[in-house]
């Protein structure tokens, strides 16, 4: 198949769409289909990983809706070249435009909803869901009703989408996402890691990555932190990420509420060895969301063997909880203690015990090759079961 994937933005600031299209891309060749990108923003991000793949670029886009003129014209130009689209992500343009473009030529089209349809926005942000419902009934519902799928990356990912908006029809197909298994020198990622990072250096490093955003809930990892630190002196808390909307400089004021500020690196946003330096030198990764879909952080340290603790409000909490690879609690100060706690109580034996599980449960759950065929089989059945409807 020759396959399209429309996309707002690649700026890996951005964060899950991005990094799942640099991720996904190189899968999908492995089996000997090809790939395009279409970005309604100017692309100018180095990614080895799909160097080799045209990206076209519609700059320049309007506002946060990304309104692209271009690209309906684009798609209707070029669209018979294509197998079939990958729309990644709703809210925005993207989904929108090409859907219209279906108007005036038909072609199969799915769209990789990332987690925007938990129905946590609703609940926490309800202006925004007032503004979203004024939106839903002539744009987003008939997108995905016309979709010939609508990709999660898990169960709970679809159950949990179909509380949002009581106006709801959808053609739900799970595909499990991934991560390839990274090829690096080990050693000299850690050693890359603590010489950016000193303080560090003998400490059992607790590590967040991910955006800075309440969605991720980093008060509560540090208000968690903060309660358990005074007993578990060895402790260092890493936050690394990029501050997308601003909210670092209130958290670094919570942490002196607190009286941790001497025990929290502010990472900023770690690419390449310094990342993986990251991953593999922490004792756990914790990841507070308050929604996730799926969580490509968590898939990553657990290829690494890096236990992990999450709440139950990240969509793979299941596997995590039933391979061993770690804890998981309430997405509240209290739900992270009680795993943290026990985490911290695990004598070394345990501890190793729980490092093979989160290796083993990449393997089984997490690797993106084995993934892929099975995404790449659902698309095509889909595909066809569309065309013998018509």
Request: hydrophobic content about 40%; proline content about 5%; some cysteine.
């Amino acid at each position: 198949m020759r396959i399209l994937h429309i996309v707002s933005s690649l700026n890996p600031i951005y964060g899950g769409q991005p990094e799942v299209v640099k991720q996904l891309i190189p899968a999908i060749s492995s089996l000997g289909h090809q790939n395009e990108v279409l970005a309604l923003d100017q692309y100018q991000y180095q990614f080895p990983e799909i160097y080799n793949v045209i990206i076209h670029s519609l700059a320049p886009s309007f506002g946060k809706y990304n309104l692209n003129f271009k690209l309906i014209p684009w798609l209707l130009k070029n669209i018979s070249q294509f197998d079939c689209v990958i729309c990644h992500g709703i809210w925005q343009f993207q989904s929108y435009g090409t859907w219209l473009a279906t108007w005036f030529h038909k072609f199969p089209f799915f769209v990789y909803v990332h987690g925007a349809l938990d129905p946590w926005f609703k609940m926490t942000y309800p202006v925004k869901h007032l503004k979203k419902w004024l939106y839903w009934p002539w744009a987003e519902y008939f997108v995905l009703k016309s979709a010939s799928g609508v990709l999660f990356t898990s169960d709970g990912e679809k159950k949990q989408a179909s509380k949002s908006f009581c106006l709801y029809d959808v053609n739900p197909v799970v595909v499990n996402f991934g991560i390839k298994k990274p090829e690096i020198d080990v050693i000299r990622a850690k050693n890359a890691f603590t010489k950016s990072f000193p303080e560090t250096d003998g400490k059992e490093v607790l590590l967040f990555m991910g955006r800075i955003h309440p969605i991720k809930g980093c008060d509560n990892f540090l208000k968690a932190f903060s309660e358990l630190s005074r007993r578990n002196t060895n402790w260092h808390c890493v936050i690394a990420g990029p501050d997308v909307i601003g909210w670092q400089p209130a958290l670094v004021e919570l942490a002196k509420q607190l009286n941790i500020s001497d025990r929290i690196t502010w990472a900023g946003m770690l690419e390449g060895e310094s990342k993986w330096g990251a991953l593999l030198s922490a004792s756990c990764l914790v990841l507070p969301s308050h929604t996730e879909n799926f969580g490509i952080v968590v898939a990553e340290a657990l290829a690494c063997g890096t236990p992990v603790i999450l709440t139950n409000k990240v969509n793979i909490w299941e596997t995590i909880e039933i391979e061993k690879a770690g804890f998981v609690g309430d997405d509240t100060v209290d739900g992270l203690c009680e795993s943290l706690i026990k985490w911290s109580e695990l004598s070394k034996v345990n501890l190793l015990t729980m490092q093979e599980n989160a290796k083993r449960c990449f393997a089984n759950n997490f690797e993106i090759d084995l993934n892929t065929k099975k995404m790449i089989n659902l698309l095509e059945h889909e595909i066809l079961k569309k065309h013998k409807k018509k």
